[in-house]
């Protein structure tokens, strides 16, 4: 059985890139979010892209925030694959004001696990 799920992060800011234009359709822009109440935090890089990149000019380093994120994978070449955490809302941790869209997400993009995640499920390394 294969069920869509809703992938969410939240931490703190600890960088916010500048915008770069790909082409004159796309633009995109780096967020990097960390979980500082983990024994081992990490710092985890997502994008947003297009319209999305000014919504980040309204936060600041520190501010901790809810993220939303599709996970998107592409094989580059030789047996290389790029995976991307894509952004698609974000709001202040404590705020009401979601920033992003709460419309429907083409499930395209939404990954399909056999089985729920756990908390005590381990990578194998």
């Known amino acids: 059985m294969s069920s869509n799920t809703q992938l969410k992060y939240k931490g703190t800011i600890i960088y916010i890139g500048s915008t770069e234009v790909v082409s004159d359709k796309f633009s995109k822009r780096q967020i990097v979010l960390s979980d500082k109440t983990s024994q ?33 994978g592409r094989l580059w070449k030789d047996n290389k694959w790029f995976n991307t955490l894509v952004i698609w809302k974000i709001n202040k941790v404590g705020s009401n004001n979601n920033v ?12 399909k696990f056999d089985r729920e995640i756990s908390d005590n499920d381990s990578l194998p390394f």
């Open 40 to 72: 081992y935090p990490q710092e985890i890089c997502f994008e947003v892209h297009k319209d999305k990149c000014a919504i980040l000019d309204s936060y600041n380093v520190g501010d901790e925030v809810d993220a939303e994120f599709n996970l998107t």
């Open 100 to 111: 992003g869209t709460s419309a429907p997400v083409s499930n395209d993009n939404v990954p």
